[in-house]
């Protein structure tokens, strides 16, 4: 079962009209949020930064946040399997082609639940290769849009070098990779950049963020130069279904040992952690690190 514009249905009834302005423009925002054992990882942070995307760009929130979570906890009860990526997007609506917003229009709310699919044990243990390319997404890219396009080119060229994930690099300092957030570690300090227009404020990023302060490890968020990830001892890139993957392997080039180093190993245990305190709580409300 999925849900659009009110109602539950299966995949194959639910259907858009061509006009509409997603189909149209890309002209939408999305959220994609994991869920352990049913129980949805970060819901309120994913809500709130869906809530951004949609007042950043205009188009009408149709439901308030309790709204949402019914929505949602309705569409994970429906689903067959206990793990999922909880999928949803809002589109400005149906409207006559034309650039300027339309009046009087609804929006159109489309969620989808399908099996999540985290990395396997074994890239998990030896890691995993990314190549790299010039940043030339748009300058707002905090935007979680559904207008991926330069998204969808950047990740084709790790894709058809088998790699996982293209980093990307604006004027010579490190923005993210096509579909997740990017940290570098070097003598035992995580460097990430800070969050401003040109990357997506992730939520995995977060907890990454939380669980190296609660536990003692070094983090800085600043400018990280190109050269300085290409000399990094340890590299990561993380996403709500990548949750934290070590990249070992940078154009072909060894980062670091080329294995997943102690920071790395230790991170991804930290948040392996959380998660079970977060499942084992069964709840659906917020829990901290
Ligand atoms: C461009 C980009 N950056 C970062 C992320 C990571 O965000 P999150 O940790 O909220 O999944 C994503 C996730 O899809 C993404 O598409």
Redesign the pocket.
Known sequence: MVFLNGKFLPLEDAKVPVLDRGFIFGDGVYE?VPVYARVPFRLDE?LA?LERSLGETRIRNPYTRAQWRDIIFRLVDEQPYEDQGVYFQVTRGVAKRDHAFPKNVEPTVFMMANPLVNPPREQVEKGAAAVSAQDYRWQR?DI?SISLIG?CLLRQLSAESEAVETILFRDGKLT??????VFAVKHGVILCPAKDRL??P????DVIAELARANAMPIEFRDVLEAEVRAADELWV????KEVLAIVELDGKRIGEGVPGPAFRRMYQLYQDFKRTVMRSGKREAVSA
Do not use: P
Request: charged share 15%; net charge positive; proline share 0%.
């Open positions: 994609l994913h930064r890219c979680k998204n993210e990779a096509s579909a997740s957030n990357i997506l992730g939520i995995t990023y993380s996403s709500s279904s």
